[in-house]
T-cell receptor, first 114, second 113 residues
Framework: AQSVSQHNHHVILSEAASLELGCNYS??????LFWYVQYPGQHLQLLLK??????LVKGIKGFEAEFIKSKFSFNLRKPSVQWSDTAEYFC????????????FGRGTSLIVHP | ETGVTQSPTHLIKTRGQQVTLRCSSQ?????VSWYQQALGQGPQFIFQ???????GRGNFPPRFSGLQFPNYSSELNVNALELDDSALYLC????????????FGPGTRLTVL
């Protein structure tokens, strides 16, 4: 069975600081990887995704993530955060092929102080 | 374009009761997935429906069941409610295929007393 670990449950940063949120998954096969974001009072929405190709993927609002297969990691980064990035961030993985059973991490709460 | 809607927004039930939650998918989407999100946790996949058939199921007991209708809207039914069923229930719609982006609704907050 697949699993997802998000190591940072709560992160507090000041504006303009750099951000890196860790995500590791366990699954022996090929996976699709996702980062979702939930801004306060809003629906969960897709930030970026990786299926294949360039392991460095860019998403909305200046976010990017790098898939490192050897480390089973898909860390989310942003060079300079803004107050509006305050949100809950979820990493998710779905095994390719077979039944569709996506697995989410428990989430990281990011607070950015102005 | 109308997004994913869910009803009701909040619901309070007692142990042993049954509940039905509803979801209207985004226009043009034929696939609906349901998730349970406990407080402080990430969403847990319950099941997915594609063209009125279950297309994948997570680790939930049979008392969690679902339906998808010809217009692609969906229901989640939970029988014999337990206290641990208290959670936010999310619905997400997408086009068929695991490569397609899911669009989430606002969720239904279920409290079981």
């Amino acid at each position: 069975a697949q699993s997802v670990s998000q190591h940072n449950h709560h992160v507090i940063l000041s504006e303009a600081a750099s951000l890196e949120l860790g995500c590791n998954y366990s699954y022996g096969g090929t996976v699709n990887l996702f980062w979702y974001v939930q801004y306060p009072g809003q629906h969960l929405q897709l930030l970026l995704k990786y299926f294949s190709g360039d392991p460095l993927v860019k998403g909305i609002k200046g976010f990017e993530a790098e898939f490192i297969k050897s480390k089973f990691s898909f860390n989310l980064r942003k060079p300079s955060v803004q107050w509006s990035d305050t949100a809950e961030y979820f990493c998710a993985v779905n095994a390719r092929g077979g039944s569709y059973i996506p697995t989410f991490g428990r989430g990281t709460s990011l607070i950015v102080h102005p | 374009e109308t997004g994913v809607t869910q009803s009701p927004t909040h619901l309070i039930k007692t142990r042993g009761q049954q509940v039905t939650l509803r979801c209207s998918s985004q226009s043009g989407h034929n696939t609906v997935s349901w998730y349970q999100q406990a407080l402080g946790q990430g969403p847990q996949f319950i099941f997915q429906y594609y063209r009125e058939e279950e297309n994948g199921r997570g680790n939930f007991p049979p008392r969690f069941s679902g339906l998808q209708f010809p217009n692609y809207s969906s229901e989640l039914n939970v029988n014999a409610l337990e206290l641990d069923d208290s959670a936010l229930y999310l619905c997400a719609s997408s086009l068929s295929g695991t490569d397609n982006e899911q669009f989430f609704g606002p969720g239904t907050r279920l409290t079981v007393l």
